[in-house]
């Protein structure tokens, strides 16, 4: 398998951000009881992230020492905020308001933080493949989770009814959001390790 292809991998599988590794785990619980607002977060989650990684892959930050670096991470994310969440109203106008809060907690959410920061991914192309993998990896996770929990809580995916006739909306609070995210994280490493894709 190529380097690339291993990276790519890694981000959408077995590294992956809500899945596997518990990042961004706040924003997540919080803002997927229904796909309206999980969309709304996967959308400032990406604008957020992606323009971080793009501006630090081309800083020259290699030598800066780490509690530096971290800080920028976080004044780089931050200042992506506002034009991320004003996109985001206008796409979203209704939901937006609602989890505005947990959005701005993705400005200091362990992918960036964390994976921005790999010592094991040497070559910049690498570590910025790994982050894009990482992103659409949470992105798809988040979306399904979201549907999966709406439909089991509301009976509904996007607002619309799906015929559910009991509901449980128990999974739409979010202890329950926990409980359940805890049961697909499990149920996801069980696939992943039963089809035998290497979590190194």
């Known amino acids: 398998m190529s380097k690339s292809l291993d990276t790519v991998k890694k981000g959408l599988l077995t590294k992956n951000p809500l899945f ?26 990406t604008i957020i992230t992606a323009f971080t990684a793009l501006a ?6 290699a030598k ?26 206008l796409i979203f106008p209704a939901d937006t ?3 505005i809060v ?5 400005c200091v959410n362990s992918l960036i933080l964390e994976r ?4 094991n ?6 570590k910025l493949l790994f982050i894009v993998a990482s992103i659409v990896g949470f992105d798809v996770a988040l979306v399904i989770f979201s549907i999966f929990r709406e439909i089991i809580s509301y009976g509904s995916v996007y607002g619309k009814l799906v015929g559910l006739s009991t509901p449980l909306p128990i999974f739409g609070y979010v202890f329950g959001g926990l409980i359940l995210l805890g049961i697909f994280s499990a149920i996801f490493r069980f696939i992943i390790m039963s089809v035998g894709v290497n979590e190194r």
């Open 64 to 89: 800066t020492p780490y509690t530096v670096r971290i800080i920028l991470y976080i004044l780089i994310a931050s200042c992506v905020y506002v034009p991320a969440v004003t996109l985001s109203a």
């Open 20 to 45: 596997c590794s518990g990042l961004v785990l706040s924003a997540a619980v919080f803002t997927s009881d229904n796909l309206k607002t999980a969309l709304t977060t996967a959308l400032c989650f």
């Open 102 to 106: 947990y959005i701005a907690c993705i």
């Open 56 to 61: 630090v892959y081309f800083l020259p930050l």
């Open 121 to 126: 991914l040497k070559k910049k192309s690498q």
């Open 97 to 99: 308001p609602k989890i």
């Open 116 to 119: 921005f920061d790999k010592r």
